[in-house]
């Protein structure tokens, strides 16, 4: 069975600074990955994917991933934190081949320090 | 583009009730997928619908929820005799065929069951 890890249910870092947001799987096939943001009472926002090709990928809003098949990771970045940025970070995947049903992860909130 | 939308945003309805949700996925997506928040959690995977036809249904389904999707466009999540558990945000996501991995979510229904 496939699962999803996000360490921490709470990050917090000061405008500026960088956003690291941890996310591993456990597969015993590498799964297709994602990255979504929801904002307050708002659906999920895909942010990000990895299924094939280079294994860092750049997403929306200025935030990226790699994906590292040895780690089984793929932590979500960004170099320099926005006011905007709050709120809640999924990660998310989906097995190759299958029926593409999303599993995700608990979710990590994000706050921004002005 | 429209976007995937859900009616009602908001259910409030009384232990023992039946209630109805109604997701209109982007037009020219095939795949439909209903999935369930509760708080503090990741989205949870419930069904998925190709077209008209529902292909699988989680173990979190119980007999008490019933999807269709009559014509392959919208579809219709209904939970009989509610109970608190019941209590969450539901989500549906369409995407344009097998192919692709891109999940577009609506804006949820969030339903309280008191």
């Known amino acids: 069975a496939q699962s999803v890890t996000q360490l921490g249910s709470h990050v917090s870092v000061s405008e500026g600074a960088l956003v690291l947001l941890r996310c591993n799987y456990s597969?015993?096939?590498?799964?297709?990955l994602f990255w979504y943001v929801q904002y307050p009472n708002q659906g999920l926002q895909l942010l990000l994917k990895?299924?094939?090709?280079?294994?860092l990928v750049k997403g929306i809003n200025g935030f990226e991933a790699e994906f590292k098949k040895s780690e089984t990771s793929f932590h979500l970045t960004k170099p320099s934190a926005h006011m905007s940025d709050a709120a809640e970070y999924f990660c998310a995947a989906a097995r190759s081949g299958a029926n593409s049903k999303l599993t995700f992860g608990k979710g990590i909130t994000l706050s921004v320090r002005p | 583009d429209t976007g995937v939308s859900q009616d009602p945003r908001h259910k409030i309805t009384k232990r023992g009730q039946n209630v109805t949700f109604r997701c209109d996925p982007i037009s020219e997506h095939n795949r439909l997928y209903w999935y369930r928040q509760t708080l503090g959690q990741g989205p949870e995977f419930l069904t998925y619908f190709q077209n008209e036809a529902q292909l699988e249904k989680s173990r979190l389904l119980s007999d008490r929820f019933s999807a269709e999707r009559p014509k392959g466009s919208f579809s219709t999540l209904e939970i009989q005799r509610t109970e608190q558990g019941d209590s969450a945000m539901y989500l549906c996501?369409?995407?344009?065929?097998?192919?692709?991995?891109?999940?577009?979510f609506g804006p949820g229904t969030r339903l309280t069951v008191t």
């Open positions: 996501a369409s995407s344009r065929d097998k192919s692709s991995y891109e999940q577009y």
């Open positions: 597969s015993s096939v590498p799964p297709y």
């Open positions: 990895y299924t094939t090709g280079a294994t």
